[in-house]
């Protein structure tokens, strides 16, 4: 099914969670914020968090800055 | 026993510094050691799915330095607000340099904007930090409403000019019930120093160590700078004086004999 990842249309598993799709992605959930439709998703609660079609998911990290 | 204290938590450091625009990751931290800093600012940013880099953080530790997320890109209250709680999110103390900077050209910080995304995070439990333009009564009502600091700009960001905003800092100063530090705009050691010779509590330094060809020896410097510029504000600094005043005594000149 198809879903929104940082602005690009992303194909994923069905009922793929959000730990499920970080591992995918190889992405340590200790390094990581997500956001799922605009709302902040705690870290305890990505594996209970399934993705449904049509979902926007923002991941952001800490990189350099001023 | 000179002690410098945002928010109940003590410091040794009075130089801070920003891990941004630097060549590479080693860079970065080694300037970040030589400035014997406590305080680090980051950024958040999307993670690039395709091409996901060496994570930064991992070399930082988080014993020794405090991170400090900012709002960086925020154009908004609302953008900032958001920034902030993905920072928290992502596993940081709920510190933050609040900055909204909607022109690109100057980066100069919006006060209506960042005042109100100020209120906001204060009630949601977060140490605010506002970056602000040398404003003294902006400066006053965000420590009325609870700021840890308050953060004038020496000069726009990058533009290693110096303190420009010397007069409204010094307003700032001598007003201000919170710690006051100068971020941005400093391009050397000597503008760290004048800042702290000023009066202000600390600096915060990004551009100058990150595009210097040698950023750890420039961390260093501006290591010194700050400890210079702040022991000769507790040493108290001479007055200016228009007419001259020797320096060796005025009796016994060796002269001819009348």
């Not at chain 1, 970080?22 to 390094?31: I, S």
């Not at chain 2, 905003?165 to 001598?174: G, K, M, S, V, W």
């Not at chain 2, 501006?222 to 001259?244: D, Q, T, Y």
């Amino acid at each position: 099914m198809q879903i929104f990842l940082n602005g690009q249309s992303k194909d994923i598993a069905a009922a793929l969670t959000l730990e499920g799709l970080l591992n995918t992605l190889k992405l340590e959930t200790a390094h990581v914020a997500v956001e799922l439709n605009q709302e902040i998703i705690t870290k305890s609660a990505f594996s209970a968090t399934s993705l449904k079609a049509g979902d926007k998911v923002e991941v952001v990290h800490f990189v350099g800055g001023g | 026993m000179d002690e410098f204290i945002i928010a109940n938590r003590r410091f040794r450091s009075r130089l801070m510094v920003g891990t941004g625009k630097f060549s590479s990751n080693e860079a970065m931290l080694e300037a970040m050691v030589a400035s014997g800093s406590d305080i680090v600012t980051v950024a958040l940013r999307r993670v690039d799915i395709d091409n996901p880099q060496d994570y930064m953080l991992k070399h930082i530790d988080r014993e020794r330095y405090l991170l400090l997320p900012n709002t960086s890109g925020a154009r908004d209250a609302e953008e900032a607000i958001r920034l902030a709680r993905l920072a928290r999110a992502a596993g940081c103390e709920p510190w933050i340099k609040l900055e909204v900077t909607p022109d690109p050209y100057y980066l100069l910080p919006d006060p209506i904007e960042t005042y109100k995304a100020a209120q906001i995070l204060i009630k949601d439990g977060f140490t605010v930090l506002p970056y602000i333009n040398a404003d003294p009564i902006l400066a006053k009502h965000l420590q009325e409403i609870g700021c840890a600091t308050v953060m004038p700009l020496g000069a726009p960001i990058g533009t290693n000019k110096g303190v420009k905003t010397r007069d409204n800092i010094a307003i700032i100063i001598e007003q201000a019930r919170v710690p006051v530090v100068v971020d941005a705009g400093l391009g050397a050691p000597s503008h760290a120093a004048e800042a702290m010779e000023m009066g202000a509590d600390a600096v915060l330094v990004n551009t100058a160590l990150a595009v210097s060809p040698n950023p750890r020896l420039m961390a260093a410097a501006f290591k010194k700078g700050v400890e210079a510029g702040r022991e000769a504000f507790l040493a108290g600094l001479g007055k200016k004086r228009k007419l001259a005043e020797a320096s060796s005594p005025l009796t016994g000149f060796l002269r001819e004999v009348k």
